[in-house]
């Protein structure tokens, strides 16, 4: 079983729908003769030809209609935005018509596709290539969402995400395209959407995050648990729809809930899981949600970039003020 990283872990399940399915489609701004600007695509033009990895002009609202309609007629294109702030032209594609499209054609029609984008800052790229615009996506009925942590979950995740019958927003996290290695079997095994993964068990406070965030949330358990404190680590995986029901039973047994992200504080997916909560298991909460969040500006240049992503510190002291109240 070899080692590989989240963005090789992307290559090998994008090569395995290939293999096993003529009717997968690559297309993107540059995926073909360079390999994707992340190199996510590298050698699969010479492998499996033209025909089924194409290259598109620089026009992102043309590349999510095109495949809205390669999928509507039976195809399984997966499209790559070059990164996550030059997908908003995609938005009227996606809103007005992938993720509607088989309501309203009473399911004669669907649109199995993905949309596949970097997302996120730490690699001192500038700020519209470091954006975390998840949230946008999750408030669009009919269209899941979905962003790996780890190039396991980024392979399992990929091929669900190609399989599905419905349109998927597919984020990869940048900062961990190349961050370590994990021992992935390229069985052409999917992992379940809908599902959070719990990555680590804990009984004193649960620590809800997704994306690039898992690395520094799982460096804070550790730390918490040499003070005594036991962090249960909960991945959501798919952000839209989110599995609640794992989040509430571990709420039910830590009495504890702090959610970490990325993106901006105001509208977050933060906000909504902790209303979920509230709403559903107030009586199990011995003390506040706390969120830690990036910050309600447009990200910053790298000089400032980590300061606005949050650190192992606040989580770590999110998650103590939270024990101690």
Not at 91 to 99: E, F, L, R, S, T
Request: glycine fraction near 8%; proline fraction near 6%; include cysteine.
């Amino acid at each position: 079983m070899a080692k590989v990283t989240l963005v090789e872990a992307i290559n090998l399940a994008l090569a395995r729908a290939l293999e096993e399915d003529p009717n997968v489609v690559l297309l993107g701004e540059d995926i073909g003769v360079n390999g994707g600007v992340f190199r996510a695509t590298v050698g699969l033009m010479e492998r499996f030809g033209q025909n089924r990895v194409l290259d598109t002009p620089l026009a992102e609202s043309m590349i999510a209609g095109l495949a809205i309609g390669m999928a509507a007629m039976g195809l399984r294109p997966v499209a790559e935005i070059q990164f996550s702030g030059f997908i908003y032209p995609t938005v009227d594609q996606m809103i007005n018509h992938a993720g509607r499209l088989r309501n309203r054609t009473r399911g004669r029609l669907s649109v199995p596709m993905v949309l596949r984008a970097p997302s996120g800052a730490g690699i001192h790229a500038p700020e519209h290539h470091s954006e975390s615009n998840e949230a946008l996506f999750a408030h669009m009925p009919g269209v899941r969402v979905v962003m790996p942590s780890s190039p396991a979950r980024a392979y399992g995740l990929m091929l669900a995400a190609i399989r599905d019958p419905d349109p998927v927003v597919f984020f990869e996290p940048t900062r961990l395209y190349r961050l370590n290695k994990q021992e992935v079997a390229d069985n052409g095994e999917a992992l379940p959407l809908d599902t959070c993964f719990v990555l680590r068990e804990g009984g004193d406070i649960t620590l809800v995050s997704w994306g690039a965030m898992i690395h520094e949330t799982l460096e804070a358990a550790e730390r918490l648990a040499g003070t005594g404190i036991e962090a249960e680590v909960i991945d959501l995986g798919t952000l839209s729809p989110i599995d609640y029901e794992t989040i509430l039973e571990s709420v039910s047994r830590t009495g504890r809930l702090v959610i970490i992200h990325e993106a901006p504080r105001t509208a977050g997916l933060g906000g909504e899981i902790a209303a979920e909560v509230a709403e559903r298991a107030i009586y199990d909460l011995q003390s506040p949600i706390v969120r830690v969040t990036g910050f309600d500006v447009v990200t910053p240049l790298f000089k400032l970039e980590h300061d606005f992503m949050p650190s192992v510190d606040r989580i770590v002291r999110a998650a103590q003020s939270t024990v101690d109240r």
